[in-house]
């Protein structure tokens, strides 16, 4: 299983980023998957899920209306939209898989993070 991130960066408050999760090593289309952050000093936090079709989607009450995650099984990729961001979105940013049978705030396997630095 590998999960790759990418398209952090550093943005003014109220920027947007998108954030790709490029995966491989298993039947992506088969599996629930998250986004999860991880903030200096603090333990991970859930943001975002979403179903195997993309059909139902989950949010952090923080997030909802800003970000919008997404997925592409033909390209075997994950999206999260990031708009309106706020300092206290600064993070590291997951890409998890979900096993099966679980709930979206379950993970087995990760990427190794994409940076995101919202500052003015």
């Known amino acids: 299983v590998q999960l790759v991130e990418s398209g952090g960066g550093m943005v003014q408050p109220g920027g947007s980023l998108r954030l790709s999760c490029a995966a491989s090593?298993?039947?992506?289309?088969?599996?629930?998957m998250s986004w999860v952050r991880q903030a200096p000093g603090k333990g991970p936090e859930w943001v975002s899920g979403?179903?195997?079709?993309?059909?139902?989607?989950y949010y952090k009450d923080s997030v909802k209306g800003r970000f919008t995650i997404s997925r592409d099984n033909a390209k075997n990729t994950l999206y999260l939209q990031m708009n309106s961001l706020k300092p206290e979105d600064t993070a590291l940013y997951y890409c998890?898989?979900?096993?099966?049978?679980?709930?979206?705030?379950?993970?087995?396997?990760w990427g190794q993070g994409t940076q995101v630095t919202v500052s003015s």
């Open positions: 998890a898989r979900v096993p099966q049978m679980h709930g979206v705030h379950n993970y087995d396997y």
């Open positions: 090593g298993f039947t992506f289309s088969n599996y629930d």
């Open positions: 979403i179903n195997t079709g993309g059909g139902s989607t």
